[in-house]
Structures are given as structure tokens and as C-alpha cells.
């Protein structure tokens, strides 16, 4: 394999290295996932004139967080997780796995329970983003969190604002859920301390609560 094989191949009488694939693939995925923040127009402009962001360039954008409206830059490779706890102190949503899997960080994206690790800040631009925070009335907790105070829903505590968004994801959507659809809805949200029954009995107290 000669040298300018092994770096890259010819298509169509021209050269496409590796730096360059990476270079091209890297800002199309900055553009699609800023969305309406970084539109197809604008990346056109840039890849026009040869610009893009670097390592530890920000963009402007505002989050609507928890009823409030939130202007602040970010880099487009921040994820919404690191950008509520590390740039604005919402701490709720926890730091576990950090690849989708444990379910600590999930937070409700209009209505819908969201990894907040696997979403990338410039995602939620537009969205209704709400946190365990924002379910309290003041220091009132929400009916949800209290229903898990009342059914003991917690040992350690640390995975339980990303199961109370979880669960009041679900009843947003159904107000009256049988067993299994909480076994269901909750199913992505881990408990090391093995607190499932009562997390089940917590959602069903808090479905009672909403009905009555």
C-alpha cells in the first residue's frame, strides 16, 4: 500500500484523506444536532467560507428551564446533563453512567422523560425542559416526590430525582397506570439498593393522590 493509499482513497480523480472525512463529518453533526439553533443555511455559509468551531468555541443559546428562560453559551459537544449542573447549579439530576443506561439524570423534555447524559445541550433549544427541581413549590416537594417519601422509595437516594421525573413522565401520559405499565415506564431507571417494590407503590400512591 503506497502512502497516498493508506491515508485516504481516490472518487472520481479526487483525494479523500482521513483528516478530511473527519473534518466534513465532524460539522454536519454539529449542524444537525443544533437544529433550529445553527440552521442548514448557516452551515452552508460556513462550510462556504471554510469556518468552524473549535475545541472550546461556544454559541449563544437560550433553555427553557423549569418555567424560566435561560441565556447562556455552551459548546455544541456539551450534553443538557453537564450544562444544568455545571453551568446553572441544577444538581437534581445525578452524574451516573453518563452512556444511557442508569436512567439518574432523566429529566422531562415537553412532557417526555429524556437521558439528559445523551442529550446534547443545543438539543433541547426550544423545548420545555423540566427538572425534579421544578417540581417543587418552593420547599413543598411535588405529589410524586412525596409519594415517595411516604412509601419509603428511596434507600440511598442517589437515583431518585431520575426516578420521580421518570414517574411523573408516566402519569402525564396516563394518570391511571396499571402495574405493569409503571414496571414498564420505570424500567430504564435503575436502583442499586433494590427499591423497586416501593418505587411501584410510590407511583401508584401518587396516581391515587392525582385522581382524588
Request: hydrophobic share 35%; glycine share 12%; aromatic share 4%.
Amino acid at each position: 500500500m503506497t502512502d497516498d493509499t493508506r491515508d485516504g482513497h481516490r472518487s472520481g480523480g479526487q483525494e479523500l484523506s482521513r483528516r478530511a472525512f473527519i473534518k466534513t463529518s465532524g460539522m454536519g453533526t454539529v449542524a444537525f444536532a443544533m437544529g433550529p439553533a445553527y440552521g442548514a443555511g448557516q452551515a452552508a455559509a460556513d462550510e462556504e467560507t471554510e469556518t468552524r468551531l473549535e475545541a472550546g468555541e461556544t454559541v449563544p443559546i437560550t433553555l427553557h428551564i423549569n418555567g424560566r428562560s435561560e441565556r447562556l453559551l455552551v459548546e455544541p459537544r456539551w450534553s443538557l446533563l453537564f450544562v444544568l449542573r455545571e453551568r446553572l447549579g441544577l444538581t437534581a439530576a445525578k452524574v451516573g453512567c453518563e452512556r444511557g443506561e442508569c436512567g439518574s439524570c432523566t429529566v422531562l423534555l415537553d412532557d417526555v422523560p429524556r437521558y439528559a447524559c445523551m442529550t446534547l445541550a443545543v438539543e433541547a433549544v426550544g423545548r420545555r425542559i423540566e427538572t425534579a427541581e421544578g417540581l417543587m413549590d418552593g420547599e413543598t416537594l411535588g405529589q410524586v416526590q412525596a409519594s415517595f417519601v411516604k412509601e419509603d422509595g428511596l434507600q440511598c437516594g442517589y437515583c431518585t430525582p431520575g426516578q420521580v421525573m421518570a414517574a411523573e413522565g408516566l402519569l402525564r401520559r396516563n394518570p391511571s397506570p396499571g402495574r405493569d405499565e409503571i414496571r414498564h415506564a420505570m424500567s430504564g431507571n435503575l436502583c442499586r439498593c433494590g427499591a423497586y417494590a416501593h418505587i411501584f407503590n410510590a407511583v401508584e400512591d401518587a396516581a391515587r393522590h392525582r385522581k382524588g
